[in-house]
Every structure is written in C-alpha cells, then in structure tokens.
C-alpha cells in the first residue's frame, strides 16, 4: 500500500542547495571528475581549540542532555560575544541555544506563524525561509530586491507589502546568494519604516556575519535603538565562521517572551542541541579571532581570484559579493543560445543543467533563491577548484551558439 503523507508535506518542497551537493556526490561515484561550486559551507576543518574542547567535554561524559535552552556556559559566551562584536546586550532569558540557526528559525516561526499568517521574504532569498513558513502554516510574501538595484532592499516595495496579518520580516545580511550586505543607509530606511509599524517582528539573520570582504562593516539591525531591539530576533550561529556546520549550534537572541515560547517547543521537538557540540561553540566563541581573520583572509583571496576569472565571461554578469560565500551570476545574456547538443536555453536551470551534464560542474540555479536568470557560485573551495571549474565555465559559456 502506498504511503500516504500529512497535508504539510506538499506545502514544501525540499532545499535544492542539498539536491546539488547530492547531485554532485552521486556523478563523484560514477567516476566523473566533478567540480563542484554548490557548496554551502567553508571547506576549513574545525579549530583547533574547538576539537580540543570536544575532546575534554567527551572525556568529562558531558554527553547529557542540557538545558532545553542551551547550557549557561554557551549563554553567557553568546551574551558576551553580542556585546563585544555587535554591541549588543542581552540577559541569559533572551538567548536560546538551537540545533544549528536554521533550527532557532524555525522554531521562531512555529511558535508565532499560524494559519493565514504572512512573513514578508526579499527576493532573492536563502531557501528555508519561505520553506519554513509554509511548514508553520503561514504565507510567504515576496518583495523584488533585484540585480538591478545591488540586491539592495526595496524599503518602499516592503513597506507596501506589509498588511495587518505581517508577523515578520526576514532580513539577511551578509546574503546567501547575493553575497550583498545591508548598507547604513538602508538600515536607517529600514528602521524608519518599520517605526510605522510596531506589530511586524524582525527575523535577522547574521550567520554570514564574519565573512566580508573589501573593509565591509557588519551592522544588526538590532542596534539601530531599543524599539527595533525590543522587536527583532537576531539569529546566528558557528555553521559558517567556524566552521562548525555538522556540530550543529545556532542561536537566537530577542525578546524574552519570544525566547520563552521558543524553549517550550524545544521541550516537545530536539529537546536541546547537542551537548558535545554546545561546548564546541563555548571555546569557539570566547577564543580570540586569530582564526577567523585567517578564514577571512583565505575566502577573500578565492572571492578576488574568481572576480577576476569571471569577469571576462562573454554573456554573464558578475559583480563581487560584499559579504558570504557566494557569487550570483547574471546568466541572462546566455538565455536563447543553442549548446552544441542541440538544445536551446531556455531559463537558468537549463544553463545549470548544461552545465552539469556536459562539464560536470556543479552551481544552483538563481530560481532556487526565487531570482530566475541568475545562478550562484560558491567560492568556499580550494584554489585548484576555483582554477577548474572557472575554466570549465568560460568554455561551457564559449561552446554556446
Ligand atoms: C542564510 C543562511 N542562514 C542560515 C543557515 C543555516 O545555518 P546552520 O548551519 O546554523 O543551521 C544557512 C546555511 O546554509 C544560510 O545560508
């Protein structure tokens, strides 16, 4: 008998980003050389303090279960690392400890998302968001902030988006896939409007917060006032500047209410993160940054290596991201031509797909992130990657008539 499935399950599809890297493992095992540019999180290992700090945690059979909301010790090392980066404070009741950031999302949503509920989400978007309020039983709403105005937010276009049934608005900066970071200006814009409209909580997300480039500054907008403060969950996590994707810690930092709903569903739902990896995180964030500024340094050479590589690319347009680890190409120009198989381009996809089956080069298609006509290039790969895989795609685009 065939299985049958809950009414949520067709609300959502599942991440693509995750259906490319299972795309590419599986071309790997056949045998094909694969290079693969779909990568979602930094090719470092973890540092060496944070394997150290496993280690003893282990040895000390600190395999328990915690807190729901995290241990005290990863509390206090988040309150502490809010203020001394972000110049934030927080007490131990407005931070929760999740199974990775995308876990303290999701909780966020199913506690305050019900049924006809809308979560205003800028185009392009990281693939959870609209995913996650749709399994809340919410409606995603998509404000265009395009290529065309540096994937800036559209402050105007959101406001007008905004309805009595708003429960939040997603921000993203440093961005996954647009590599753009929120100006002061347009926080200042942001700020403004939403004074006009206390009943919209903010969903910030920082987790790029560490990955930025060319003298970027980082700013939450959680520090633009106690009124936007009292109303935002700031979410971040060690995934991307540690390296610490598979321990699995992310946190949330906001409203002590907010906080509170969101430990009572951990109760029901993960219980807590895990306790090996709540400890990574504690040495993670109170070491100092030696590490991170070295990551930093590494991702920046990549991203101006593969700036430079790209440029010259006849049909594509690339401009440098500010911030993360991704380039989202303009693939436009190329939309009509013929592959030397035969087949016309017609969208985004078909260029990755191309791309996939006859260099076996692996990136995501823009209309993944809601942005068709584009596709994103992660650059957290080695040197010897970024060498082949940029030469592989300047002949994919070259062979096209
Ligand atoms: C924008 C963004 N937010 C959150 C996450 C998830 O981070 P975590 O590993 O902490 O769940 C990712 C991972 O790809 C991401 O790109």
């Avoid at 059979?61 to 729901?68: A, G, I, R, V």
């Avoid at 946190?251 to 993160?273: D, R």
Wanted: aromatic share 8%.
């Amino acid at each position: 008998m065939p299985l049958s499935f809950a009414p949520l399950m067709a609300r959502f599809k599942a991440s693509e980003s995750t259906e490319a890297g299972a795309r590419a493992r599986a071309l790997r095992a056949e045998g094909h050389h694969v290079v693969d540019f779909s990568i979602g999180e930094p090719d470092f290992p973890v540092p060496a303090n944070v394997k150290e700090a496993i280690k003893q945690a282990l040895d000390g059979d600190d395999t328990h279960y915690t807190n729901t909301g995290g241990t005290l010790e990863l509390i206090d090392a988040v309150r502490a690392k809010l203020l001394r980066e972000n110049g934030l404070e927080y007490g131990r009741d407005q931070i929760i400890i999740g199974s990775g950031a995308k876990s303290v999302m999701y909780h966020a949503f199913a506690c305050t998302v019900g049924e006809g509920d809308e979560v205003i989400v800028p185009v392009p978007y990281w693939i959870s968001y609209p995913n996650q309020v749709r399994i809340a039983g919410g409606t995603p709403v998509f404000v265009e902030c395009g290529a065309d105005g540096g994937f800036q937010l559209d402050v105007a276009a959101i406001e007008a988006a905004i309805t009595p049934r708003t429960r939040w608005l997603v921000l993203n900066s440093p961005n996954n896939p647009t590599g753009a970071m929120l100006s002061d200006a347009t926080l200042a814009e942001l700020a403004e409007m939403l004074a006009r409209h206390p009943h919209v909580l903010i969903m910030s997300d920082e987790i790029y917060e560490h990955l930025r480039y060319g003298g970027a500054v980082h700013r939450s907008i959680a520090t633009l006032g106690e009124g936007i403060k009292a109303r935002t969950l700031v979410v971040n996590g060690v995934s991307k500047s540690y390296a610490m994707t598979g321990l699995r810690i992310g946190y949330g930092a906001g409203p002590a209410e907010l906080v509170k709903a969101m430990v009572k569903l951990q109760t029901q739902t993960t219980s807590c993160a895990s306790s090996l990896g709540q400890a990574g995180a504690v040495a993670a964030l109170n070491a100092s940054h030696d590490d991170v500024a070295a990551r930093r340094a590494v991702m920046a050479q990549r991203r101006d290596y593969l700036a430079q590589r790209l440029a010259g690319i006849p049909g594509l347009s690339v401009r440098a991201p500010e911030g993360s680890m991704y380039f989202f190409c303009d693939c436009r120009g190329l939309l009509g031509k013929t592959t030397p198989q035969g087949a016309r381009l017609e969208s985004d996809l078909d260029f990755v797909r191309y791309l996939l089956d006859q260099y076996k080069l692996v990136v995501i298609q823009g209309s993944a992130y809601g942005c068709p006509g584009f596709f994103r290039i992660s650059f957290a790969t080695s040197q010897e990657n970024l060498e082949e895989g940029s030469a592989r795609l300047r002949d994919a685009c070259a062979a096209l008539g």
